[in-house]
């Protein structure tokens, strides 16, 4: 094949070196731009992941309520592996992070600042009591961290001053469970002389105020002042003797005991000790919730205490008599080695449910976010909403629906003051021998302890009001199990 020549009169020429650089220049160039716009393209075609709520748990795994805390923790997590298990939090994996409040107020406040300040979360299940609630209450206040607690109970936590809005719970305060209380022993029981003993801190005193509040307000007669005693301390005989103070002819018919069970082995175990000079010290013993443990119960009945635990009687929140607990059970054993959940753990787990839907509600996991939809989420309207039914909900929040959670400890519908409306009690007992486990004698269902008006219409009755807390305080007797 020959050569092709130029064209007559034209001279062959190659193009100019630079030319040719400046043209291979180019191409690198334009590449390049368009490589980089198909990714930003791709980069604002959807929007950025949400970041990941994060929630810390700070419950009494040490200290007087270690028997409540472990399985507190274990209802907790057991909502958080049932809502990743079903698409998390605006499409991301709950993160959790526990913590010890050792049943010591200083303690979790500074357990409440390590959530805060190292874990970054954005909402905190606890504290496991009122003391270290409230000894936290400046650090989640000044950081904007929600606390939703399952179990701290002093009516101190209904006050929006001193709580500023940023304190829930999914169980109710001490003016019911005082006015419960109260109301037993003086209507169903018949007692009318009773003396309160009472460890000092705000659950303590006032539980002891609000059940001397109501017993005295149907006609009972409170022995002397509620004995307020230091928590964890070796000798109790003193506060023994001031209890009983009166003597045999006029000493209290019974007792209301306000404590945990730290401070209450050692109570007992002196009370008993002191039987056969103090005869008189002979009354029946009623233990607030504090109190109301298997293992406790055991240790009061062993050989070096000695006390007839069938004689025992307790007062207690208790979650309503219904197949949403007993579902939830079944899920805590399936997932815990066929383990009994303790009492609060469903509130820990409906706690986590309450924040995971505020938060999908808000569209953000930040506390304020969380904050503002708390008490929208819990009800009484919207579609009703259970534990294990995350993808339901996350429908109807889709949807724009209305939320009203139902969990496993009862109905929420969290009020003014972000605590439950409504709230079940029990009276509890000890079985005889072989067995002597705790166990429900008599039931204060929700539809009951619910604002008096209210409760005289439903119950079609008359009903006594409570002149502090204007609930109704109807009976309702219960077959002897326990729930909770």
């Known amino acids: 094949m020959e050569e092709e020549k130029a064209p007559s009169g034209e001279i062959a020429k190659s193009a100019p070196k630079t030319r040719v650089l400046w043209i291979v220049i180019a191409v690198l160039v334009l590449t390049n731009v368009l490589t980089l716009a198909a990714g930003f393209a791709g980069v604002f075609s959807s929007a950025p992941a949400k970041p990941a709520l994060r929630i810390g748990t700070l419950l009494s795994l040490t200290g007087g309520l270690s028997p409540y805390g472990p399985s507190d923790t274990k209802g907790a997590k057991l909502a ?31 357990a409440a600042t390590k959530l805060i300040t190292q874990n970054h979360v954005d909402a905190i299940v606890g504290a496991q009591f009122s003391g270290g609630s409230l000894s936290s209450l400046d650090t989640i206040i000044s950081n904007a961290v929600p606390m939703v607690s399952p179990s701290a109970t002093s009516v101190k936590l209904s006050d929006l001053t001193v709580t500023r809005g940023w304190f829930f719970r999914t169980i109710s305060s001490d003016a019911l469970q005082g006015a419960v209380a109260g109301s037993y022993l003086y209507t169903n029981s018949s007692f009318r002389y009773a003396g309160v003993l009472a460890i000092n801190n705000p659950y303590g005193v006032g539980l002891a105020n609000n059940f001397k509040a109501k017993f005295t307000s149907l006609g009972g007669t409170i022995n002397g002042t509620p004995v307020i005693i230091p928590e ?101 054993k399936a997932q815990y080695m066929n383990e009994v959940p303790a009492l609060y753990a469903s509130h820990a787990y409906d706690a986590v449910y309450m924040i995971a839907l505020a938060a999908q509600k808000a569209g953000a ?33 889709a949807a724009n629906h209305t939320i009203n959670w139902e969990g496993a400890s009862g109905s929420e519908n969290l009020n003014s003051t972000n605590d439950p409306g409504r709230g079940s009690y029990e009276i509890w007992s000890v079985s005889a021998a072989p067995n002597y486990q705790i166990y429900r004698v008599a039931y204060f269902g929700e539809s009951l302890v619910v604002p008096a008006a209210a409760a005289l219409q439903l ?23 326990r729930l909770n």
Do not use: C
Not at 235 to 255: E, K, R, W
Not at 460 to 481: E, I, K, R
């Open 365 to 397: 996991v930040d506390g304020v976010s969380i904050r503002s939809q708390l008490r929208a989420v819990s009800g009484p309207n919207g579609t009703v909403i259970h534990g294990a039914e995350w993808p339901k909900a996350l429908a109807e929040l």
């Open 459 to 481: 119950v079609g009755q008359s009903a006594q009001a409570d002149h502090v807390n204007s609930f109704t305080t109807q009976l309702v007797a219960a077959a002897p199990f």
């Open 80 to 110: 958080v592996a049932e809502i990743n298990a079903a698409g998390g939090v605006l499409g991301q994996p709950i993160q959790v992070f526990s913590e010890d409040d050792q049943t010591n107020s200083l303690a979790a406040a500074a």
């Open 232 to 332: 964890a301390q070796p000798d109790y005989t003193g506060a023994l003797n001031q209890l009983f103070t009166a003597g045999a002819s006029t000493a209290p018919q019974v007792v209301y005991f306000v404590g945990y069970p730290d401070t209450g082995l050692t109570v007992m175990k002196q009370w008993q000790a002191g039987l056969s000079t103090h005869p008189w010290w002979d009354r029946q013993w009623v233990f607030s919730e504090g109190l109301d443990s298997q293992d406790f119960i055991d240790s009061l009945r062993g050989a070096s205490v000695g006390v007839d635990v069938t004689k025992i009687w307790g007062t207690s929140p208790a979650a309503p008599n219904s197949t949403l607990y007993n579902a939830f059970v079944s899920r805590y």
